[in-house]
């Protein structure tokens, strides 16, 4: 597949970098006739320019090329450290109420959240509509309005409420079961001739199921049996522990994730989200944290009217939907190794290189302010899992980012203090290199299996910390020192 942001259009980004060899005068750029490098910008500030030209330039496929603002220098971006996702999603919405409020210049449609997977859309979804703030999801559904999300809201409605017939007919063959529409329709059928009784009377019994349907009634009977399971289970288990069965027990997940395509895995963590926001709402209702509660909560939030007059919503949209957009103030969230740049891409530098384009993208949709955040930990699949801070925030200039995450010093991610340095070794235990102490801007480093590099940020305070380390023709990783033995060059 073609290296691109838009590698699922079979666009090509090396036809430029090969330009001049192929079709030009291959002369050297200050002299070339034939190409012509479009660098003045007309949108972003300087600082948010700057910062997109850093993190840029650790590509190696590239055109020599360095965007030139013709506006003010504008405000430092901003970096927000959240303990997870919940908090990450509360940081955002306050900082656009807050801008909202002191900037009359500004409405609605002046914000956009911009994330690397649509199934982040929805912890911001559900502090918008906690606040009655209107929004969009562009280029995509709403979390609730998704199919996978339906399909499996049906299921979990008829195990609350099996008359729901609506919501029999939707997921009585999804995945497939071999209940196809004549079968529905011999058993739609049968309850208009009983006088209009609810399907699930006829699903329920074993006999006349088999009586109508005959060899189609294995694919019904599986249905009714896993339906019959769960609400038995209602007032022993918890919603989430109901959804996961129900997932596993249906075969849903097993079918996403036999398809492997990116879509599939889009579907997937959408299912995944949905089961985190079902353990979310436990944890914060728990005077009724019942499956019941929140299926109710669930169809509030997916009736909602976007509400929004014109164009004055919020956008919420996945990066790759951002080309071509701008907005005077973006939050770029979720920068988190394995989430930005995504796990696909981590053993594969080509594919970083492509993740790194991409943040690229998001950075320069930016006209006036640039927020980015990432989480300590965030939820995957009702786990909390620690997260590491992105690679590429490592490879953002520090004197023009201010970030809330070293306390007691100076806004930004590294303070060199080199003076103190025979101070903090002497207070280091030998060889543990867990604290923020026992590192400092400069150290040169050995590693297992990227040799020998030198640490260019520290992330964090305490023991709870990360180096950002350049290991020369590795290219910058962010490194948990707890986790993986570094030693100092000798």
Not at 124 to 131: A, K, Q
Not at 226 to 233: C, D, P, W
Not at 348 to 366: F, H, K, M, N
Request: glycine share 6%.
């Amino acid at each position: 597949m073609h290296n691109s942001i838009y590698s699922f259009r079979a666009a090509d980004f090396t036809i430029l970098m090969n330009f001049q060899d192929d079709f030009g005068d291959g002369q050297p750029d200050a002299e070339t006739q034939t190409m012509v490098k479009l660098e003045e910008n007309y949108r972003s500030t300087k600082n948010i320019l700057e910062v997109a030209n850093h993190l840029i330039e650790n590509n190696t496929e590239r055109i020599d090329k360095v965007l030139r603002p013709t506006r003010g220098e504008g405000e430092s971006v901003y970096c927000y450290r959240a303990d997870d996702e919940t908090a990450e999603a509360d940081f955002v919405v306050s900082q656009i109420r807050n801008l909202e409020t002191q900037h009359p210049e500004l409405h609605w449609g002046h914000f956009a959240v911009l994330y690397r997977t649509n199934a982040q859309s929805r912890a911001f979804e559900e502090v918008l509509t906690r606040y009655s703030i209107p929004y969009q999801v562009v280029g995509g559904l709403r979390f609730y309005d998704r199919r996978e999300i339906k399909d499996v809201l049906a299921y979990l409605r008829v195990i609350a409420n099996p008359s729901d017939t609506v919501s029999i007919n939707r997921v009585i063959n999804v995945p497939r079961r071999g209940v196809g529409k004549s079968t529905l329709d011999k058993l739609e059928q049968a309850t208009q001739t009983l006088g209009g009784i609810p399907l699930w009377e006829i699903l329920s019994d074993e006999t006349s199921v088999k009586t109508l349907v005959g060899r189609s009634a294995k694919g019904v009977l599986e249905f009714a049996a896993l339906v019959k399971k769960y609400r038995q289970a209602l007032d022993e288990q918890k919603g989430s522990e109901i959804i996961q069965g129900v997932l596993q027990d249906s075969g849903y997940l097993a079918v996403l994730k036999a398809e492997g395509t990116d879509e599939a895995d889009d579907r997937f963590s959408n299912v995944q989200e949905l089961y985190n926001a079902v353990l979310q709402f436990e944890e914060e209702n728990v005077d009724d944290p019942s499956l019941l509660a929140f299926l109710a909560n669930a169809s509030l939030a997916s009736d909602l009217d976007d509400a929004k007059e014109g164009n004055k919503a919020i956008s919420l949209m996945t990066l790759h939907s951002s080309k071509g957009l701008e907005f005077p103030v973006v939050f770029l969230v979720g920068l988190e190794q394995g989430l930005f740049p995504n796990h696909r891409s981590l053993e594969d530098p080509a594919a970083t290189e492509e993740e790194r384009r991409l943040c690229y993208v998001g950075i320069t949709r930016a006209k006036e302010r640039l927020f980015i955040s990432h989480a300590r930990e965030r939820r995957l699949y009702g786990n909390r899992e620690p997260a590491s801070p992105s690679l590429f925030l490592g490879e953002l200039p520090t004197e023009l980012i201010t970030c809330n995450s070293i306390p007691n010093l100076p806004q930004k991610w590294t303070t060199p203090l080199r003076e103190a340095r025979q101070q903090r070794e002497a207070a280091a235990k030998p060889g543990s290199g867990a604290h923020e102490l026992d590192w400092t801007v400069g150290d040169v480093v050995v590693h297992k299996s990227y040799g020998t590099g030198e640490v260019t940020h520290i992330f964090g305070a305490g023991n709870k910390i990360c180096l950002a380390i350049n290991f020369p023709g590795q290219g910058r990783k962010i490194i948990d020192p707890k986790i993986s033995a570094l030693q100092r060059a000798e």
